[in-house]
């Protein structure tokens, strides 16, 4: 399908009119192509050569509006860093519509009635960090939101320094946030609490619809999908970086990508985001976190559904959900196939391990998965080797016990743990020759995001231990 037979549907706008603001895109000046995303033009029908179509930056520079589009800012509110904020917002984020169960959303693209003091766009260098790391994310098999196209423009903005404007189009199943449930808690608006709990229904859980106890299964469901979003974190080594409660989707999909970070040696207390002087959203503070942001989706939805209930849902995802997820995402990263008692414990003993060894989260477990009983590959990963050693005597009685073989093993294992992630040094190269005007390796990114566990030799370099200076920096959330 071409752009000029794109329509699009606003559902959203049935709502009644508290829930957003209708406004408009300004655009940027001087637009121009970053890249476009064909893998997500599919998702919504659009051929793969609409890059080519003069209406596509267009599109993204709000000029070209398909058919039966308006755009709307979403309001919301939200706890930042514990605090409650009760005016958030699409602040620089505008809705086109939705296709094919697909929300259109342009960042970027002007001042809304949320822009608060803030100028409504964002920065070259946090959208594309943002448009790469959504697709790398989705095809690591994490729920995301996706990315159709990036432009860039002469539009100046001031950040830390003075910075180009750009516009990402993102795509997703559901925009609404813990936060929006929020939104109108605060404001005692019950009603609208449950006029809203009804859209998420309809849009995100259907199959719900005409249960009568279908609020109570929608939270279930939001509790279910967060434990398994946050489980697939972990095992992957991301850290979200601002898991404020307007940053979580009721569908447990991973949105707005702000100072998040790929683990380059493994540090449960790894902070990406250096504005989180105290460590709130630490890597490994994200279970603990989400669990808190689900107690205030629980406040939030109180007034409609039973508090007892709910309490209970979350304390399961404390005690069982939430765990059981995690020791599903390790077991199949460390190649298990059976269930056997101990290894939660073995899975412990192993967080401690890389903690200490100083190792590459995603190095250790490409390395590990073609394990033979030859420890020599592991033991020149890692800075302390024989910490290491230790563990691995724990796995190899582990793995006497299982009944796969170990090519079978192996094969799983290298379909598990991914060979390329996109880290920070990487993305910041793409940037600095993108702000040259170079867009080659943003192009190389987006294939090596699409083919994770493939063996790219042209790309072999990016699979290696991060460069010393490049570790674990902390990012600024400038953007
Ligand atoms: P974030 O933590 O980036 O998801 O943003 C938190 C809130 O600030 C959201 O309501 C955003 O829409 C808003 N926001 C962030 N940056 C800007 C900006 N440059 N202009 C307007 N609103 C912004
Ligand atoms: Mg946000």
Known sequence: MTLDNLTLQTPYLSLDEEFYNLTDPEPLDEPYLISFNPEAAKLINLDSNTSDDP?????????????????????????QFGNYNPWMGDGRAMNLGSVN???????????????????GRAAVHSSIREYLMSEAMHHLGIPTTRALGIIGSKTKIIRKRMENAAIVLRLSTSWVRFGTFEYFYYRKEHTKLEALAEYVIKESYPYLQNDDDRFFKMFCEIVERTAT????????????GVMNTDNMSIEGLTIDYGPYAMLDDFNY????????????YAYGEQPNISYWNLTKLSEALSPIISKEKMQKKLDDFGAFIYPNAYVDIMSDKLGLAQKLDGDAQLIEDLVVTLHEAYVDHTLFFRTLSRYDGDRTPLYDIAMEPVVVDNWLKHYDDRLSQETRTQPERQKEMLKTNPKYVLKNHMLQEAITLAERGDFSMVETLLHIAAHPYDELPEFEHFAGETPEHHKNLGLSCSS
């Open 55 to 79: 209406h596509f930056v267009a599109l993204l520079n709000g000029t070209f509006s398909p058919k039966g589009s308006r755009t709307f800012a979403m309001c919301y509110a939200g706890h």
């Open 229 to 240: 979003m946050i489980a697939k974190w972990q095992g992957v080594g991301f850290n979200h």
């Open 101 to 119: 169960g697909w929300n259109l959303q342009l960042k970027g693209c002007g001042e809304t009635l949320y822009s608060r003091t803030a100028d």
């Open 269 to 280: 207390n790894y902070v990406c985001n250096h504005t989180d002087r105290v460590g709130r």
